[in-house]
């Protein structure tokens, strides 16, 4: 099956820095997602982007689907940014599923 | 307007119990998915269904069941629960074009631990 792959596993940023982490995958993909996980368990959807680049905000994400990676960009980070990051791609075999990447834990510190 | 609400948010189970944890979306979605989290092992696909009547097997489909007999509902069972069982357990929505997905909502997740 498709390998997902995210790094760095673990981040401990100063308030205020900026920080890229990526996501590698193994297959064609019809659709790709970043999603934050806060530290009190709730997941949100930060953006959806088979490829290209979005912007929203203080974040943004590029996804280069022929080279099977995206990169999620966080400028300026505060505290709040603080939690769990994953990626998750549709595979073009079977748009049904889902399938998570094992996350990128972030820590802001003051 | 709730977006996905699950229940319970907990519970303990011993070994061997059944239970049945619910999920309801107010969003009209098609898609409903049910995922666990273990620690490191990010978000795996148990279950998922993609309209009213219909499921299909993820990742990890064994030692539970699913129905979805309203498109508003979608419930995972577990009839006899084992200790490996103990994890978060997330439900999910969504609505598709066919081609892409939009509107993926989580609920709130249902921790569960089986003694």
């Known amino acids: 099956g498709i390998q997902v792959e995210q790094s760095p596993p673990d981040l401990i940023l100063q308030e205020g820095a900026n920080s890229t982490l990526r996501c590698n995958f193994s297959d064609s993909v019809n659709n790709l997602q970043w999603f934050h996980q806060n530290p009190w368990g709730q997941l949100i959807n930060l953006f959806y982007?088979?490829?290209g680049t979005k912007q929203n905000g203080r974040l943004s994400a590029t996804t280069v689907a022929t080279e099977r990676y995206s990169l999620l960009y966080i400028s300026s980070s505060q505290t709040t940014d603080s939690g769990v990051y994953f990626c998750?791609?549709?595979?073009?075999?079977?748009?049904?599923?889902?399938?998570f990447g094992p996350g990128t834990s972030l820590s802001v510190i003051p | 307007n709730a977006g996905v609400t699950q229940t319970p948010k907990f519970r303990v189970l011993k070994t061997g119990q059944s239970m049945t944890l619910l999920c309801a979306q107010d969003m009209n979605h098609e898609y409903m998915y049910w995922y666990r989290q273990d620690p490191g092992m990010g978000l795996r696909l148990i279950h998922y269904s993609v309209g009213e009547g219909t499921t299909a097997k993820g990742e990890v489909p064994d030692g539970y069941n699913v129905s979805r007999l309203k498109k508003q509902n979608f419930l995972l069972g577990l009839e006899s629960a084992a200790p490996s069982q103990t994890s978060v357990y997330f439900c999910?929505?969504?609505?598709?074009?066919?081609?892409?997905?939009?509107?993926?909502?989580f609920g709130s997740g249902t921790r569960l631990t089986v003694v």
């Open positions: 982007i088979p490829s």
């Open positions: 999910a929505s969504s609505y598709s074009n066919r081609r892409t997905y939009y509107g993926y909502t």
């Open positions: 998750a791609v549709v595979l073009k075999t079977s748009y049904d599923k889902v399938i």
